[in-house]
């Protein structure tokens, strides 16, 4: 497991519990509601790096796994793609996303789902495109996700990603494309390159990668953020987004 990813996941987990109340934010030039419960605010960032950057030309079809707050789901739609899929274990994520391509006019090409990754999809349904911000911090296979917020950060020794990889693959379109929310620092790498070859996947390839340098004081005082800093004293975050190739 990667110890500097589980340090960050559980302090923002924790801080994510204390604040997480309805409210609006900022993202991608529109304002988004986020239901409590949901992950949202500060912590999409990432996401809409992610959604501005897949590929949606041509695409006639996406789902959206683990939708939140619908943020690439919705901008799919705006992108044009006429059948958007968004699921989500969370009840409140649903709902979140559901009012938000109300809000930015989509509703009508949004279809917002609870599921258990791929358990309400219709058994023959295939997606040309198909993403997921992934819960890349890895935690002990024994540990219980204690509310559906911990859905959003953490996967127990990775089994959704392996349940997850090995559905999705089979559920593209002969030209479809697979697409995953990473982060090198704070995933498990080495376990998630196992789980891609193990669902008969080629390989991942990095599609889009923002990174950054903080000094260990900013992200906290755990011992574990200077144990990860570089030579100049600093730790380097990123935020990737890979593409499974088949």
């Not at 917020?149 to 953490?154: D, K, P, R, S, V």
């Not at 559905?167 to 593209?172: D, M, N, Q, T, Y």
Request: aromatic share 10%; glycine share 8%; hydrophobic share 40%.
């Amino acid at each position: 497991m990667n110890r500097l990813g589980l340090t960050m996941g559980q302090e923002a987990y924790e801080h994510a519990l204390r604040t997480n109340d309805t409210q609006e934010f900022d993202l991608l030039d529109k304002k988004w509601i986020q239901l409590s419960g949901v992950l949202g605010g500060d912590y999409n960032y990432a996401t809409g790096l992610f959604a501005s950057s897949l590929p949606y030309d041509g695409v006639q079809s996406m789902l959206e796994m683990g939708c939140g707050c619908g943020v690439a789901s919705v901008v799919a739609a705006l992108a044009g793609v006429p059948r958007v899929t968004a699921l989500d274990i969370n009840p409140a994520a649903v709902r979140t996303t559901q009012l938000n391509a109300e809000r930015h006019g989509v509703a009508d090409r949004v279809t917002a789902l609870v599921s258990d990754l791929f358990s309400v999809v219709d058994e023959d349904a295939t997606y040309d495109l198909i993403f997921w911000n992934s819960p890349f911090i890895q935690v002990p296979p024994d540990r219980t996700l204690d509310s559906d917020l911990a859905y959003h950060f953490f996967d127990p020794g990775y089994a959704m990603h392996e349940r997850f990889c090995r559905e999705a693959r089979r559920r593209l379109t002969p030209a479809g494309r697979l697409f995953l929310g990473f982060s090198f620092a704070m995933g498990s790498s080495d376990r998630l390159r196992q789980v891609v070859s193990e669902a008969g996947f080629g390989g991942v390839r990095v599609h889009v990668q923002e990174s950054f340098s903080v000094t260990p004081e900013e992200l906290g005082t755990s011992p574990v953020y200077g144990e990860h800093a570089d030579d100049d004293a600093r730790v380097r975050i990123d935020f990737t987004l890979l593409e499974l190739t088949r």
